[in-house]
């Protein structure tokens, strides 16, 4: 877990709403304090909230906060699911403005790249149907997973495909790991045409995306 602590200054003469956001996905929980006439009061967050009972409806961790006149000081614990290493705790602080024209550029940018996935994903089956090379379909999966890990590790998924189960998300990243694996083995085989060649290591190939899909 990390502790933060920061401020907030507000110059002005009457309370500051904005938004607090973790700019990463895959975080366990993230609990901030907010300063009150009596103490602190809790907010929090965890990863296996779904999208419907958050305060913003986004991928990450997005929380409504209110700046008081002159300095807020806020204390900010987050978990990461990384234990092994040190991870990086990407806040930003938005106005609601300012963070409506964010979501709208960050959903057209994850638009274009599951665009791109799903267009190399058709040409791949366009050009299976017209030359009947198997490699051309294994290829045509690896980009299907791929695309699949993407949504996941982003969050693009969460928000759109499966609100209301955020924990696929490491489900989908194991499995599409494992498949994307397992199906570069066989595009690899079938588009070497190790069989003819290599007979011994075209049965290890196939041993070795077995296992693959096993895991998967």
């Known amino acids: 877990p ?14 500051i709403d904005f938004l607090l956001e973790l700019d990463k996905h895959l975080f366990e929980y993230i609990n901030i304090y907010v300063p009150e006439q009596d103490g602190y009061r809790l907010k929090r967050q965890t990863f296996t909230t ?4 958050r305060d913003i ?6 929380l409504k ?3 008081e006149t002159g300095k807020t000081t806020y204390y900010l614990l987050v978990n990461s699911w990384n234990k092994r290493n040190k991870d990086s705790v990407p806040l930003r602080i938005w106005s ?3 963070f409506i024209q964010h979501a709208s550029d960050d959903g057209l940018f994850n638009g274009i790249i599951l665009g791109l996935f799903l267009l190399v994903f058709f040409y791949n ?3 299976f149907i017209f030359v009947r090379d198997s490699s051309y379909i294994f290829l045509s999966l690896v980009t299907l997973c791929q695309m699949i890990l993407e949504m996941s590790a982003s969050g693009t998924g969460f928000k759109y495909f ?9 489900q989908a990243l194991y499995q599409g790991t494992a498949l994307v694996m397992g199906f570069n083995l066989l595009f690899y085989r079938s588009f070497i045409n190790i069989t003819r060649y290599t007979p011994l290591l075209d049965k290890i190939f196939i041993s070795m995306s077995g296992f693959c899909f096993i895991c998967a």
Do not use: C, M
């Open 50 to 53: 779904p999208l419907s009972e």
């Open 96 to 98: 609601q403005d300012n």
């Open 162 to 170: 499966w609100p209301n189960d955020p924990l696929f998300a490491w």
């Open 125 to 127: 089956i366009v050009i």
């Open 65 to 67: 906060l209110t700046a």
């Open 57 to 62: 409806k986004h991928k990450h961790f997005v």
């Open 2 to 15: 990390y502790w933060l602590r920061f401020n907030v200054l507000n110059p002005g003469e009457s309370p």
